[in-house]
Every structure is written in C-alpha cells, then in structure tokens.
C-alpha cells in the first residue's frame, strides 16, 4: 500500500480509503435495493384478499304501452338503474317511432329495465310490472290503441320464462276483474327509441301530466288492481 503525506503534512493511504469508498458504496447500494424491494412487496403483503367479484348487471323488456309512463314508473323501483324506452319484437331494423305507429314494423313500444341482482330481483321487478299494466286489455293500453301499445313480456332465457309464468299466474289471483291477455314471448333485438323520447317525463312534466291525466291511465289501474 503507498503511503502519501497530504498537503497538510498528514500520511494518508490512498489505497486503504479507495477499499472503503468501495465497501461503503457497496452497502448503501444494498440497502437502496432492500428498500425498493420492500415498498413493492409491503402493498401485497398487508392489502388483505381481493375484493369478492359482485354479479353483473341484469336486463327485463317489458311493454305496456306508453313508454313514456312504463320508463316513469319503474325507474322508482328500488334497485333500478336505467329503464330505457325503445321498440322490440318487430321485423324491421333500426325502427323509427313513424315506423312504430304505423303498426308497419310489428314492433311494441317497450322500456329496457336494468337492475343490480343484489337489491332487487327479476321476480319483484315482475310483481310492480303487473300494476303497471291493464293486462285484460290486448288491443292497446287505456287511451292508446294498436298492437305497438299491447302489454307483452320479452324473455331473455329459460329462466326469466318460468319467473314470468309463475309471476302471471300469481298476479291473475290479484285481478279485480277480467283475466290476463298478457303474452311472454321471446325477446329480440332491442332497439333504443329517438333521444327525444328519452326521459320524457322528467324533461317535460307538464306535457307528460296532462297527457297521463287525460288517457285515464291512473284511473283505469285503480279499477283493475284496487
């Protein structure tokens, strides 16, 4: 090892400090890695197992004319997250509302119901349906006539099949009078209605209103159901 004398008269040994700036950095180089070693593993090591994977969201087509007063009144169901109104069951694509009420297209007027499984289920979302509908009545529903404004159940599936037929024979014990014309029938393509149709209720109440009061939609519900 050389030994060398500093400006300040003192021996130094370069070799020596060379050996410890090497070891030194060798260290602080270590602890660097440890330190960035734990910081990835300690979110893993204490986040705990992942959050349980919550069901999809389900779908129910019904038609029970007016879309507008169908889209109004299931949006107040608890567990709802959209109700859309649109047209099914027709023979023509991309069917407009002329399209519709020219009873051309065989389309219904029909609303698309969105829900979480996990508040509500298919069989409640039924149970409010038949209250909403005259569902003695299968030449329209109250001040509008034609088949685009019959009352139908569109089924996505076996499943929602055996719920609506359970649920219709359930809600004929409820009738005050007549008897369900209701059919359930197999879904197709659901096609979104115009924007204008949309939220119709909540974007021009006063319309909506008088237009409700004056077909005797209420009144009519109050005779079948009570």
Not at 46 to 65: I, N, R, S, Y
Not at 129 to 144: A, E, I, N, R, S
């Amino acid at each position: 090892m050389l030994r060398a004398v500093s400006r300040f008269g003192v021996p130094t040994y370069s070799g020596h400090l060379r050996s410890l700036s090497g070891a030194h950095m060798n260290r602080r180089f270590t602890l660097i890695l440890a330190a960035l070693a734990a910081a990835f593993v300690a979110p893993f090591a204490f986040a705990g197992p992942p959050p349980a994977k919550l069901p999809p969201l389900e779908t129910a087509v019904f038609a029970g004319g007016c879309f507008w007063c169908m889209e109004h009144d299931m949006k107040g169901i608890r567990g709802v997250i959209s109700v859309e109104s649109g047209y099914t069951g027709g023979h023509v694509d991309h069917p407009s509302y002329e399209d519709v009420t020219s009873e051309t297209s065989g389309h219904y007027e029909s609303v698309k119901v969105t829900f979480d499984p996990t508040k509500v289920d298919y069989g409640f979302i039924l149970s409010r349906y038949w209250k909403l509908v005259d569902p003695t009545d299968d030449g329209g529903q109250f001040c509008d006539r034609g088949p685009s404004y019959r009352p139908a159940i569109f089924v996505a599936n076996e499943v929602q099949r055996r719920a609506a037929e359970a649920s219709k024979l359930e809600a004929q014990k409820q009738l005050k009078q007549g008897r369900i014309l209701v059919p359930i029938l197999p879904l197709k393509t659901f096609w979104p209605a115009e924007e204008y149709h949309r939220d119709f209720a909540e974007r021009n109440r006063d319309h909506y209103e008088r237009y409700r009061s004056g077909c005797g939609r209420d009144e009519r519900l109050r005779q079948v159901w009570g």
